[in-house]
């Protein structure tokens, strides 16, 4: 399958050996330079889905293929400067925002000027202030670091990029802005984006894939052109109200009678 970045072959997870399924049976393809959106109601699975596709756990039944191979045999190192997730709650490894940015082109062995090189147009591209490279992770909000952590992703030229609710913390106005940068990203460079987002009035316009996840369960796998966003968007609110009913059931409801 030459034209698929990522495949899930019969792909299912269990938090442990012996305990009920996370995920069940997840068989997609993701295509090269799509821009894909996993969507689903809260504890779908959609988190899950990344830590897989990244490599921070593995399947417990089923194979992930990456350049025609399953995924366990490529050095995971290596992997994942190919394959870069960017988690909700960003991690700024303790550093400044300058050596946060710095630090991929560091690892391809570029000095400190070439580094610095690298990270400038991603600045103006992603409306990093250049008043926050001194700053470290407390200093900034979670939404300025989520910015940061993408910006340090793209920096890396990773093959695919897995995002996890990367507009939640922003302003609607960024929000807007970023979702339209990463398309064009996708469009022009060939960047392959698989993004959890539960904003479906702002995926609509800009990806070209919906993932549809519920209960573990895959749903939908469809171009996006293909989707009724207005039955998508009911059955998530309907999945959701009821995981609350769920929740909210009376005191005495595992009373027996």
């Given amino acids: 399958m030459t034209d698929a970045a990522l495949v899930f072959e019969q792909v299912s997870l269990r938090a442990r050996v012996g305990q009920a399924l996370i995920l069940s049976q997840l068989s997609f393809s993701v295509p090269k330079g799509a821009f894909v959106g996993l969507v689903g109601p809260s504890g779908a699975g959609k988190t899950s889905l990344l830590r897989l596709a ?52 560091q690892l391809r062995g570029q000095s400190n000027a070439q580094a610095q090189k690298s990270y400038q147009p991603w600045l103006d591209r992603l409306n990093i202030p250049q008043a926050w490279l001194g700053k470290t992770a407390v200093e900034l909000s979670v939404g300025q670091r989520q910015r940061v952590a993408l910006a340090r992703a793209l920096i890396a030229q990773p093959q695919l990029l897995l995002l996890d609710e990367p507009t939640a913390a922003q302003d609607v106005g960024y929000a807007d802005y970023l979702l339209s940068q990463l398309g064009q990203l996708a469009r022009t460079q060939g960047l392959t984006i698989v993004m959890a987002n539960h904003q479906l009035e702002r995926l609509e316009p800009v990806v070209t894939h919906v993932l549809h996840l519920q209960a573990g369960q895959l749903q939908q796998d469809q171009p996006a052109a293909m989707v009724d966003w207005s039955q998508l968007r009911q059955s998530i609110v309907e999945a959701n109200q009821q ?14 009678g």
């Fill in 54 to 105: 990244n490599r921070l756990v593995d399947p417990s039944e089923g194979q992930i293929l990456w350049q025609g191979s399953d995924v366990r045999s490529h050095p995971v190192i290596r992997y994942r400067q190919q394959v870069t997730l960017v988690l909700q709650e960003s991690k700024l490894l303790g550093l400044t925002v300058a050596e946060n940015l710095q630090y991929p082109s």
């Fill in 243 to 256: 995981m609350q009913d769920d929740w909210d059931l009376p005191d005495d409801s595992t009373h027996d």
